[in-house]
Each structure stands twice: as C-alpha cells, then as structure tokens.
C-alpha cells in the first residue's frame, strides 16, 4: 500500500485551500518563473506585520513547485543575522550534507531555482554582505524572494544595476471581494460578513482571526463595535471560544514564551501527553510555524500576554514560574550557540517588567550580531572609543585589546562592519603595571583587594563597552552587550566578581539595581576629565543559582521600583584554600554534633548557603552541611578507585568506630594503610566541595 502525504504535506494543501487573493503578486512570480530568461532576479516585497507576507510567500514556493522547480525557504526569524548562520539556512532548505558549500553548489547546479527568505527584516545586520556579495554571486537563473516588513535599504534604491534586476512590491489590506471570498471559504455566516469587512478593512491577519472565532463555535454572534483593537477584540472573542481550558490555557501560555515547543508546552501545562493541543494551536491562523516549534503573531502575542496578565495574574505569574524552570533546568545541561539561545528565552521573561522593559530594545535585538575580533576591526573600534570617550581612553583601550585580544566581543551590522564591542579585561592576569596604567584597572584591583581572589577563581572588568552611534545609550548593540554579559556570569568558571564601569551611573541605576549591581563609589575612576562610575557583583556573596532564584523573585513584579536598598544580613564568608580544607576536616570530626557544626565558618560559605537559602537558621544550615558531607562522601563509593577511602571515612566520622584503631581493624587493613585511605579520602572529599565553593553555574549543578 502506498504511503499517504506527509503532515507537512497535508498542511500545505491546507493552507492553499483557504488562500484567496494576491493574484496580481501571484501571476507576477508564475510569469517571471515561466519566461525563458528571467527578467529581473529579485523580487522584493514589504508591508506590515498581519498583511499576509509569510503565507503570500507559502504560496509563491507552492507555484514553484508547480512548476517543477527546486525551492529553498529560509526564515530569518530562526537564524542569527550572520553571514555563516545565513549559509546553514540555506544548507538546510536545499537538504545538502551538514559539511557541503551551499554557494559552491548554487553555481554548479543547472536549471531554475527559486530562494525565498521570509522575515527579512531580522537580516539588517548582513544586508550589505547579502546585496554586495551573496546574491551577486548567485546563478542568473535563480530567482529570489524576500519579504520584510521595511522597503528595501537606500543602496538597493539608488544602485543602477539593482534598478535594473528588482522589483519592490508593497503588500496592502486585501481588497473588499477577496476579503467577502476568504470568509465565505472560512464558512462566515453570510449575514455577518458585512460587519466583519467594515471592522477588520481587509487585513489578512484579522480575516483569519475572525474566521477562527467562527471555527470554535459556529453559533457566535460576532459584535465588533464595542471595541477599537482590532486584534485585542479578536483574540478575546477567539480565547472565549477554545474547545476546553487545556486548550485555552495553552493559547495564553505559547504568549509567555519566545519559541512554543511540544515539550515546553508539557512542561507549561504540567501535562505528559500535549500532543492533540499542541496539534490545534499549531493550526490556529495566528500562529507561524517553523522546524523548531511555533510563536503566535506579533500582534496576537500582545493582545493574548495583556488578556491574561490582567485577567488571572496567579495564572500569568505560575506560567513564569513553570517556564522559568524549564529555562533553567537546560541551560545548566546545554553550551555554546544553544546555551545562547536558552539564555535568550530565559530574558525574554522580564520583557514586560517596567524596570527592564525601557532599557532594552527586545523586537530590534535580532539587528545585530556577535562576532570575534578580526586585526581589521582594531582601527574603528579605537575610532570609536576616541569618538565618545577621548584619546586617552583610546590609547586604553588600543593597550587592552593588543594585551586580551580573546575578551573582546564585536557586534557587527549591515556589511558585517562594527556597530559596537564589548572588551573584558580579566584582572588576574593583569600585571602591576598594567594596573598602574589604566586607572579603571587600578580602582576595581583595590576595591577588590579586600576579599582577594582565591586558587581557581576569576575576577571579569567589563572595561569597554559601547555602540558605533549611541555609546552608552539604549540600543539594539547594548542589548546585545548585556545579554553577552549574562552568558559570561554562566560559563565563567570561578568567577569571582564582576564590575562594569559606565558614564552615567544614575541612568542606569534602575535596571542594574533590578540585577543586583551593585554601585561601588569607591571604584569610581576619571579617565581624559570624566568620571566614570562603577557598579559591581561579588559572586561568592550571592551565587549564579541565587542571582537566577533572586531575579525570578522580580520578574513579575509589575511597578517601577524606588531606590532598593540592599538586603543586610549576616556576611558571607569567604574562605581561602586553606581555612576551607580546615573546616571540612573539623565539619567531618563533628559530623554527629550539631552545635559544632552551627559555629562551623562553613554554615556561612557560598557552599551551603546557595543550598540552605540566606535566611536559613544556623541549626537548618548545619543540617545543609551535613546533607553535604554525607551525599560528597557517599559519591567517592561509586568509584572502585575510590570506595576504599569512602569506607574510611565513613568508618571514622558517618557511621564511626570508638577509635580508630578499632575502625581499622573493622576494614581489616593495617593501621597505617587505614590511616593513608583516610587522608586520601578527606583530601577528596574536601577538593569536591572547594570546587562548589568556587565553581560556576554549571557546576555547581553537576
């Protein structure tokens, strides 16, 4: 028995059945494609979010197809705006192996091909290497698409030649008989229709909106004029309609989350089997999809995230909660570009918190990219900082970039030249006369001189960051520069302290406070005649897991904040090295006393606290530290190297002997064999823990 059409299949002839309209842009595409030279080589179309883009597209690759021709379909939504993720795209949708040249293989192919790339808009940052190099590289028998939101960029207007080989189509409301067409396709009672064209003036996203309230219960009495929002009175009217509360639920929690996956869904709804509601959002009119899951509409996503917020806060806040640990629970399991990726989903929580919303540019942080230094970006960047900070800060900045070259971060834009950089100096490893050079190194060396650095541990100063255009002020660039900040405080492996020196320290002071930045006056540094200000973090005093715990507390607090004061309670103590070893070793003598385990220095390291929680009694942190021996010394029994030093220990100090003569001759080793497997067994014990005391977010969860 044959095999029947695939689900992609099946949800491609379904939306071909419910497109009506756009003949003109449609016949314009099947012309071009049918002519024996082709008369121009890209086709450029723009209008506004909801006008139909994404599905226009859809059906231009449905005629490719019809006309027997190869189609690729990239959608910028799902890629970083770089040249090398741009090419992986491409890779994809023409199904070539993971290591194969995707230009080498458009050149060496014969016959038409059509490329369409949806969402341009998100591919700003790489539009002049798209215009100069990709595309002119590029067969004369391959025809392009691409759809935006924005007109094309003043270089395609002006150059002659692009004149000459695209044309630039703007989308608009479909017209009163295409919008009568699709509704009477959608099955929209007749003696409706009129109110719904005067109410939604033929924009493709409401059209679809009202077909769905339509769909959900056939019985509706559709009443617009109450109403302005378009879209807000849609999805209310379409919220009220779902075929359960599950159903419900899920709509209003895939308006939570950037990206809505069958198992973050799960996670969401706290339900094993979402396949069938995962199944019905997915072909709901305002959801896009794509191979990693789906989103609802720009707009759609607004109105659903206001409905519920304002509706049933308990419910907006549990759905915060859940997707916040799901977050979590992967990122301490992922690295590299998917850590990324993570971390960014995880931001994109607070987006709507009035302490963080003003300060980051959350829809325009796609426009830029990052990328590593390259020797021929060495002259704008020292431009850059000579620009918006003075010549002495650039002959700094020229010293630091030659001295760490490997800390610099560069985001780049159209063309892939730089529009902003991020340059770390790692304190450590600067020399005496480093820190006599530059007084920002200097001050923050000092300030944290009082709590020196211990073996393994990092300290990061984030000595230079700034946009092109903007400097220090809110941009796509600076977005993108803290959310590289955020990835350093997890990856970084005993990181110690943080400090970050800016130029208007009262400006910031609302979203660094919200991060638990601390301002530090005495690190305060003049560089050129101007005073910078520093804010900071001290890393063994709250942990990466306690500054998640502690953000996740303010993310769903909903009113600016006056000045915070910050919590005072009993002092962290950090230990060196040496003291640490000195109190495992006295932590597993009085193992089985609790009130020596309560003065234990330990009840008030990083170690326990991040376990016990800050506001622990010291009765219920001695019952932490003791959790922690046990558990630390039974993981030495996994090993076969190791077991004989775990039955030491647990002989003298777990489950211990009256002497330990008496636990050697219960382990039937000499006394002095005994003895060795007991020191062993500490010296691990204790190496375990050091390396929780300082270790970084991925450890500390291992």
Avoid at 457 to 482: D, I, N
Avoid at 604 to 626: C, F, K, M
Avoid at 692 to 700: K, P, Q
């Amino acid at each position: 028995m044959s095999e029947g059409p695939s689900l992609q299949q099946r949800l491609d002839q379904a939306r071909r059945r419910r497109f009506v309209g756009r003949v003109p842009e449609r016949e314009l595409v099947r012309s071009t494609l049918a002519e024996p030279e082709l008369p121009f080589l890209v086709l450029y179309i723009f209008g506004p979010g909801g006008i139909g883009k994404t599905s226009l597209i859809r059906e231009f690759a449905a005629i490719g197809r019809e006309l027997g021709l190869p189609v690729a379909h990239v959608d910028a939504r799902r890629i970083d705006p770089s040249p090398d993720s741009f090419l992986d795209a491409v890779r994809a949708a023409l199904n070539l192996p993971p290591n194969s040249d995707p230009v080498a293989y458009l050149a060496s192919i014969s016959g038409r091909l059509l490329l369409l790339v949806d969402t341009y808009e998100m591919l700003t940052p790489i539009d002049g290497w798209l215009r100069e190099q990709f595309l002119p590289g590029l067969r004369g028998d391959i025809f392009v698409v691409l759809a935006g939101r924005r007109p094309p960029a003043l270089p395609w207007r002006t150059d002659s030649g692009w004149q000459a080989m695209m044309r630039i189509l703007p989308l608009r409301n479909l017209g009163p008989d295409e919008s009568r067409a699709y509704l009477e396709l959608r099955d929209v009672p007749p003696g409706q229709i009129d109110a719904v064209l005067d109410f939604t003036h033929g924009h493709a996203l409401a059209l679809s909106l009202v077909a769905d309230v339509y769909d959900q219960g056939p019985g509706t009495q559709f009443r617009p004029e109450a109403a302005p929002d378009v879209i807000q009175t849609l999805l209310e009217q379409l919220v009220q309609q779902v075929p359960s509360p599950l159903h419900r639920a899920a709509l209003e929690a895939s308006s939570l989350v950037r990206l809505l996956t069958e198992s973050l869904l799960a996670a969401l709804l706290r339900q094993e089997d979402v396949r069938d509601v995962f199944d019905w959002l997915r072909g709901l009119s305002l959801m896009e999809v794509d191979h990693r899951g789906l989103f609802p509409h720009d707009l759609a996503r607004e109105a659903l995230t206001a409905d519920v917020r304002w509706r049933n806060p308990d419910w907006y806040n549990e759905l915060h909660v859940r997707a916040r640990n799901y977050y979590m629970h992967r990122v301490q399991t992922s690295s590299g570009q998917e850590q990324r990726r993570l971390l960014a989903d995880y931001v994109y929580l607070h987006r709507d918190n009035p302490s963080v919303r003003p300060f980051f540019q959350w829809q325009e942080s796609g426009t830029v990219f990052t990328d590593a230094l390259r020797p021929e970006d060495l002259p704008e960047l020292l431009a850059m900082v000579a620009q918006h900070e003075g010549a002495e800060s650039a002959d700094l900045a020229a010293h630091w970039l030659a001295q760490q070259p490997r800390n610099v971060s560069v985001l780049r834009g159209m063309g892939g030249a730089p529009t902003g950089f991020l340059a770390r100096v790692t304190l450590e490893a600067t020399t005496a006369a480093d820190r006599d050079l530059d007084p920002a190194v200097h001050s923050v060396w000092q300030l944290m001189n009082r709590k020196p650095l211990r073996a393994g541990e990092t300290a990061t100063l984030f000595r230079f960051w700034m946009a092109r255009v903007t400097h220090q002020g809110v941009s796509p660039e600076q977005s993108r520069l803290f959310l590289n900040m955020v990835q350093d405080y997890l990856v970084t492996p005993g990181l110690a302290y943080t400090f970050l020196p800016v130029v208007d320290a009262d400006f910031w002071r609302v979203p660094f406070e919200y991060a638990d930045l601390e301002r530090l006056p005495a690190a305060d540094f003049t560089v050129g005649g101007r005073r910078y200000g520093v804010y900071g973090h001290d890393w063994r005093e709250t942990s990466v897991v306690n500054w998640l715990q502690l953000l996740a507390e303010r993310e769903m607090i909903m009113t600016p904040p006056a000045a915070r004061a910050r919590t005072v309670a009993e002092p962290l103590i950090v230990l060196s090295e040496a003291d640490f070893a000195t109190a495992v070793r006295d932590a597993l003598r009085d193992y089985k006393d609790e009130l020596s385990l309560a003065a234990n220095p330990l009840i008030r390291s990083r170690l326990v606290i991040s376990q016990s929680g800050s506001e622990a009694t010291p009765a219920a942190r001695a019952g932490t530290l003791r959790q922690l021996l046990r558990e630390t010394a039974e993981s030495l029994e996994e090993s076969p190297r190791l077991n004989k030093f775990y039955r030491a220990v647990c002989q003298t100090y777990l489950q211990p002997a009256v002497t330990q003569e008496q636990a050697a001759e219960v382990l039937d080793l000499p006394f002095s064999t005994y003895r060795r497997h007991l020191r062993s067994g500490i010296e691990e014990i204790t190496a375990r823990l050091w390396s929780r005391e300082i270790g970084s977010l991925d450890r500390v969860f291992q």
